[in-house]
């Protein structure tokens, strides 16, 4: 997972950010992963049993942002 933060402030945000990562089709339990980021780009790695399906991420909606997930084969 990369995380780049795109503002045009010197200063960049702090914040927590969390993850649910679903690895089984139709499954209704996902692995949760919460990260702190602190740089303006950032890379987290998430050891998983299988490839997954979904990712979602901000769980809580509580961040102003927008968010693009990219498919990554």
Not at 11 to 34: E, H, Q, R
Not at 54 to 72: A, Q
Request: charged share 25%; hydrophobic share 40%; aromatic share 6%.
């Amino acid at each position: 997972m990369i995380i780049n933060q795109l503002q045009d402030q010197e200063s960049l945000y702090n914040f927590p950010l969390d993850f649910a990562i679903t690895t089984l089709p139709g499954s209704k339990s996902s692995v949760l992963k919460n990260v702190t980021t602190k740089k303006q780009s950032e890379t987290f790695v998430f050891p998983v049993s299988k490839k997954p399906i979904t990712v979602e991420m901000d769980l809580r909606k509580v961040l102003l942002s927008t968010i693009e997930l990219m498919k990554v084969e």
